[in-house]
């Protein structure tokens, strides 16, 4: 067992000279033990998978129809911030027409009583107009939005809403205006757009911002008191408020602590830690210890064993007392992918690796900075909510197009122990599904419906999407001779299609079925793709795998009680499995860490149109090892 002075103590100096950090110092508040890195060469990084995550897609962008999606055909779609307020998820993000930092800019929410089905996007703070003869600096073309913090849930109940403007294409320090502020009613509508501060740099001209030439009215001037005194609370909350001080270094001295202005310390996200201790995390691995919530911090120091980018990493105490990290584990601005979380006992030592999010479609539209990958993970804010459940949930965009969000269970596991005997009767229609990964883009969902031309429920998949799929995954007891059977039904036979894997612990895929678009049960044999029969719609059929996951293994396989192959040899040499995976596209890779992420491309063909929906039922999964 570590001990507690290991964990909390400060540096020691050995006999010779050399400094050893203490992890949960100053000079080490944070450190990854595990031994799992990430493989740069596929999307899942050839990590397990954190057991139970439900993503799902909130916002797919549209912009041939725009009313599709947010009414507006704006494809640049980002910095997405999330909270829990009046029984109700909030989820904002901003929005740009085309690339990062070009005008013009608004924010935009989406909200859900339930996680699952969202709410067409609401513009909260539309793209800025000056007032006139306020002049811009040079080499500005307009106004955009930056925000690192979204909302805050006042003492007295009140829900704030918070963005911030500046001029393209530095919106910080001398190209910011301000921050806004409006309060989010019970009724979903918004009240009236107020400053609640001020850029401490100045205009152009050299004044100061204040009413006279911005374009919304200071908040003092609001005649609901409850309104003023939410925001009175906002700026009185130092640690709160730390996260605006990229935007803004506060040469008033508003930030009242002593992190120097010269510090390179973006996106901040934190934590308490058991102890009382506020553990801050910004990106590019930094970290820092307050023992005065926020008042003053520990120089903030790069944490050697936290691999990341430019990308946000996001920490919190999670339902179950524990602590997890979230983040992209590459040293890559332009590759943004996995998306991961580490947990830790008690906030300073974490360990394994797991995937939240291993999956990246393709970009269907070009801009600029338009990063590959899930990226920009950010969580519920202490103090910002907490949904029912015992669930860290997570918010991101996708290729920095599409906004996502992700529903993680603790405690968080990536093993299962015992059979698997799924027939999901129990669940409750549109519901969650227990110990299985769902990947549910907007136009291939993933959902609990009632049962075919008989009694019970049953999984869909259903997916009408031209360049994604509906993915869903179910880890169970790792084995090298594992018996797995399932019941599909597909509802379409020249149509869509349904590749079926159980794969190993790094995402090799030794045994491959798939109900082509052809209406053929296609499996893979070693290296040659075998027709073993045809398919109807409408009809059931029952799968049987009896795998021997050694290196020299192979497989058995019955469909409807007859066997169709026997000691069928596997795709991939595999030392064992432990993931059945059904999936409503072919597999992919690309792009990959060499794909180009700055070179111009048209959007993709048909992007903005639904194809033929193919629909395919799932029904009692069991699993057993042999």
Same mark, same amino acid.
């Given at each position: ?29 944070v ?14 990084g ?18 041939t ?52 089905s ?78 609640i ?38 700026l ?58 926020g ?34 584990p ?38 600029? %900075? ?6 920009? +993970? @950010?969580?519920?804010?202490? /103090? #910002?909510? =907490?949904?029912?459940?015992?669930? *860290? ?10 906004? %996502?969000?992700?529903?993680?269970p603790?405690? +968080? @596991?990536?093993?299962?122990? /015992? #059979?698997? =005997?799924d027939?999901f009767?129990? *669940? ?46 179910r ?43 052809k209406?053929n ?22 799968l ?80 057993k090892?042999?």
């Open positions: 067992m570590i001990n507690k002075a290991y964990r909390y103590g400060i540096a020691l100096m050995l006999g010779s000279g050399v400094g050893v950090a203490q992890t949960g110092s100053i000079h080490e508040p450190r990854y033990v595990g031994g799992e890195t990430v493989d740069p060469q596929v999307h899942e050839r990590l397990r998978y954190a057991v139970g995550v439900e993503s799902r897609q909130t916002l797919r962008v549209n912009r129809h725009p009313e599709r999606a947010d009414g507006f055909g704006w494809t640049y779609n980002h910095a997405s911030n999330l909270c829990y307020w009046n029984d109700t998820f909030y989820q904002q993000y901003l929005s740009n027409p085309v690339d990062e930092h070009i005008a013009p800019g608004q924010t935009l929410i989406v909200t859900s009583k339930d996680g699952r969202w709410s067409k996007p609401t513009v909260v703070f539309p793209p800025y107009v000056a007032p006139k003869g306020v002049k811009i600096p040079k080499g500005s073309d307009g106004y955009m939005m930056h925000q690192r913090m979204g909302f805050y849930t006042a003492p007295n109940g009140r829900l704030l809403v918070l963005a911030f403007y500046g001029h393209t294409e530095e919106p910080f320090r001398e190209g910011g205006i301000g921050r806004v502020v409006r309060e989010a009613y019970k009724d979903g509508t918004y009240g009236p757009i107020y400053f501060r001020y850029s401490s740099h100045t205009t152009v001209d050299g004044m100061k911002w204040n009413e006279k030439n911005t374009s919304y009215p200071f908040y003092q001037t609001s005649t609901d008191k409850g309104f003023v005194e939410a925001c009175t609370a906002l009185s909350d130092k640690l709160m408020t730390l996260q605006w001080r990229e935007e803004d270094l506060g040469l008033d001295g508003f930030y009242k602590n002593n992190l120097d202005k010269s510090l390179d310390i973006q996106a901040l996200s934190y934590y308490h830690r058991k102890d009382g201790k506020v553990v801050a995390l910004w990106k590019r691995s930094k970290a820092a210890l307050s023992d005065d919530e008042m003053t911090f520990s120089t903030p120091v790069k944490v050697p064993t936290l691999t990341m980018a430019g990308g946000k990493q996001w920490g919190q105490r999670t339902d179950d007392g524990r602590y997890a990290i979230a983040y992209n590459i040293e890559m601005d332009e590759h943004r992918f996995p998306l991961t979380v580490i947990t830790s006992d008690d906030g300073a030592i974490f360990d394994n690796m797991l995937l939240v999010q291993g999956e990246v479609p393709p970009r269907r539209f070009f801009g600029r %900075w338009k990063d590959f990958g899930p990226c920009y +993970v @950010r969580g519920i804010e202490e /103090g #910002n909510g =907490n949904p029912p459940g015992n669930d *860290l949930w997570l918010s991101y965009s996708m290729n920095k197009e599409d906004i %996502w969000i992700s529903r993680v603790t405690p +968080v @596991r990536y093993a299962v122990k /015992g #059979n698997v =005997n027939d009767d129990g *669940l409750a229609l549109n519901g969650g599904v227990p110990d299985w990964n769902v990947y549910a883009p907007q136009w291939a969902p993933v959902t609990v419906v009632n049962t075919p031309e008989r009694a019970g429920k049953c999984l869909e998949l259903s997916d009408r999407d031209p360049y994604d799929y509906a993915r869903a995954i880890v169970f007891e790792e084995g090298t001779h594992i018996e797995c059977s399932l019941k599909v039904q597909p509802a379409q036979s020249q149509s869509g299609s349904l590749e079926i894997d159980l794969t190993d612990r790094y995402g090799n895929r030794p045994v491959r079925l798939r109900f082509d678009e209406g049960i296609v499996v893979t044999d070693g290296g040659v793709e075998k027709v073993v029969q045809a398919y109807r719609p409408g009809q059931w059929y029952s049987t795998f009896s795998v021997n996951a050694t290196l020299t293994g192979y497989f058995d396989l019955s469909i409807n009680g007859k066997k169709v192959l026997e000691k069928a040899a596997l795709a991939e040499a595999v030392k064992s499995v432990e993931r059945l995976s059904l999936r409503t596209g072919p597999y992919r890779n690309l792009p990959n860490r060499k794909s180009p992420n700055e070179d111009p491309h048209p959007p993709l063909a048909g992007a903005d149109e639904p194809v033929t929906r193919a629909v395919f039922f799932v029904d009692d999964v069991m699993i090892r042999l």
